[in-house]
C-alpha cells in the first residue's frame, strides 16, 4: 500500500524561517522523522511525498529503507496537494487499491496503530485514526469566553493515517472541490460523498506539529525508545 504524504505547507502557525517539517528534530528534519518511521512499516509499498512548487529543501530522497520515494508538487490548500498524490501514484496503483494519506508534521504516529487502521478499515469503506475527546469542549464568544459548553459524547479527534481507496477518495476530494468546500481532511470529503469512514482508536502521541510549542513535545515524544507494544 502506498502512502501519500503531504508536505506542501509553510508552517506558518510555527512562525520559523522555513517551512516547519524541513526544521530539526532530535538530530533530524522533521519531515525526515514522519518519512522513516512510515517506511518502517511493513504494509507501507512506498511513499508519494507531496512538496510545495519550487521547493529548495527537499533532501531529494528516492528511496528508504528499500522503499521508494518519489515526490509532486501540491496546491494552495492540503486537500489540493493530497489530490495531486494520488494523481501522481503510478497507474499500477489500481483505482481500487487502498492509499494512506499521513501528513509530514505527524513524526511520532506509532507502527502498531497504523497496523490497526489497515486492518479494521481496510475491509470497508476505509477509515482513520483518531481518539475520543477527554476534554470539556467550550465554544468561545468573540471577545474569547466560554459561551457553551458543547456536548462532547461521540466527539473525536482525527489524526492521520487516514485511508481509503485511491478512486473513491480521488472522486470525493474532486466533489468536494466542485462544490466549494475545503474539506480539512480525506474522512470530511468521504463523508460529503456518502461515506462512513470508521473511526480507528490511536494513541494520542501521535500529535501534529503545528506551533512552535509542538516541537519540545515531539523531541520528547522522539527520544523515547519505541513502546514495547509498537512494532
Ligand atoms: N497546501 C498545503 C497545506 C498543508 N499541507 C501539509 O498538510 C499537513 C498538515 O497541515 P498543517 O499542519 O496545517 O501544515 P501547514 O499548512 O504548513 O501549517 P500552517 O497552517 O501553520 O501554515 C502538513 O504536513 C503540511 O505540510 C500540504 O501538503 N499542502
Ligand atoms: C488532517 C488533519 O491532520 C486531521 O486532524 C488536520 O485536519 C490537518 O489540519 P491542518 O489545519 O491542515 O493542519
New binding site residues.
Given amino acids: 500500500m502506498w502512502c501519500v504524504v503531504?508536505?506542501?505547507?509553510?508552517?506558518?502557525?510555527?512562525g520559523g524561517d522555513r517551512?516547519?517539517?524541513y526544521l530539526p528534530i532530535a538530530g533530524r528534519l522533521l519531515i525526515e522523522h514522519t518519512l522513516d518511521r512510515l517506511a518502517r512499516h511493513p504494509g507501507i509499498a512506498g511513499l508519494m511525498v507531496?512538496l510545495s512548487p519550487g521547493d529548495e529543501l527537499w533532501p531529494g530522497l528516492s528511496s528508504l529503507r528499500g522503499k521508494p520515494v518519489q515526490t509532486t508538487a501540491?496546491?494552495?490548500?492540503?486537500c489540493?496537494?493530497v489530490l495531486a498524490g494520488l494523481r501522481a501514484l503510478s497507474p499500477g496503483v489500481g483505482e481500487a487499491e487502498h492509499v494512506l494519506v499521513h501528513?509530514?508534521?505527524r513524526p511520532c504516529v506509532r507502527l502498531d496503530d497504523i497496523s490497526r487502521l489497515i486492518e479494521l478499515a481496510g475491509a470497508g469503506e476505509g477509515g482513520l485514526l483518531g481518539a475520543p475527546l477527554r476534554d470539556t469542549l467550550k465554544r468561545a464568544d468573540e471577545v474569547g469566553r466560554s459561551a457553551l459548553t458543547e456536548p462532547r459524547d461521540r466527539r473525536w479527534r482525527a489524526f492521520t493515517p487516514q485511508m481509503f481507496r485511491r478512486g473513491a477518495l480521488s472522486e470525493a476530494l474532486r466533489e468536494a472541490s466542485r462544490r466549494g468546500v475545503t474539506v480539512s481532511d480525506e474522512a470530511m470529503a468521504m463523508e460529503l460523498a456518502g461515506h462512513a469512514p470508521l473511526l480507528v482508536e490511536g494513541a494520542e502521541d501521535n500529535i501534529?506539529v503545528?506551533t512552535a510549542a509542538d516541537f519540545a513535545l515531539a523531541e520528547f515524544l522522539l527520544g523515547r525508545t519505541a513502546p514495547a507494544d509498537e512494532e
Fill in positions: 503531504p508536505a506542501a505547507g509553510r508552517g506558518l502557525r510555527v517551512p516547519k517539517q507531496v501540491g496546491g494552495a490548500e492540503r489540493d496537494s501528513d509530514a508534521a501534529k503545528t
